[in-house]
T-cell receptor
């Protein structure tokens, strides 16, 4: 079956380092992939979208890569800050053009001062 | 400010009762969605609507019902048929009729607890 895998273990890093989160998917080639940030008890907030024909996308301290051969997206936060601590969700179209994203479970990022 | 509002933030229900969660948006979005989130789980799609007076079942629609009488409103009813309704419910909307790769805008969520 089609599924999305994000590391369920929290990622702990020191302030100033680069955080790298992984999103793997199986059995399908999505047309796009999105990343969202979710703080505890709140709704997710959209961060970035990358399309299948794009290798990399950047926005301020954020960078997303999309490797359709490896079926993997990497999400990087450079010069991380304690305020970046949150859960990061990836979402992609697994249903063949329905445009409704399927969300992964998310990875918790904890940035220590 | 444009956005999505959900009410109430916390909701308690006795077993056997139906309860309705409110979702309102003033973003002029055509498409609206309801998701359920359980601890350690991803968001699971309950229902979605791409246009007024039309809606479709998502992956876990059993025990839920919706209506879409107005563009800005998409209420979700959790019925007594839902076996395990305790969860965090999120409403979202998308620009257009959801037929593109646009981002989803989420509300603040409603945490439903069955007593």
């Amino acid at each position: 079956s089609q599924k999305i895998e994000q590391n369920s273990e929290a990622l702990n890093i020191q302030e100033g380092k680069t955080a790298t989160l992984t999103c793997n998917y199986t059995n399908y080639s999505p047309a796009y992939l999105q990343w969202y940030r979710q703080d505890p008890g709140r709704g997710p907030v959209f961060l970035l979208l990358i399309r299948e024909n794009e290798k990399e996308k950047r926005k301020e301290r954020l960078k997303v890569t999309f490797d359709t051969t490896l079926k993997q997206s990497l999400f990087h936060i450079t010069a991380s800050q304690p305020a970046d601590s949150a859960t990061y969700l990836c979402a992609l179209d697994l249903s063949g053009g329905s445009y409704i994203p399927t969300f992964g479970r998310g990875t918790s990022l904890i940035v220590h001062p | 400010d444009g956005g999505i509002t959900q009410s109430p933030k916390y909701l308690f229900r006795k077993e056997g009762q139906n309860v309705t969660l409110s979702c309102e948006q003033n973003l002029n979005h055509d498409a609206m969605y309801w998701y359920r989130q359980d601890p350690g789980q991803g968001l699971r799609l309950i229902y979605y609507s791409q246009i007024v007076n039309d809606f479709q079942k998502g992956d876990i629609a059993e025990g839920y019902s919706v209506s879409r009488e107005k563009k800005e409103s998409f209420p979700l009813t959790v019925t007594s048929a839902q076996k395990n309704p305790t969860a965090f419910y999120l409403c979202a909307s998308t620009f257009g009729q959801g037929r593109s790769y646009n981002e989803q805008f989420f509300g603040p969520g409603t945490r439903l607890t069955v007593l």
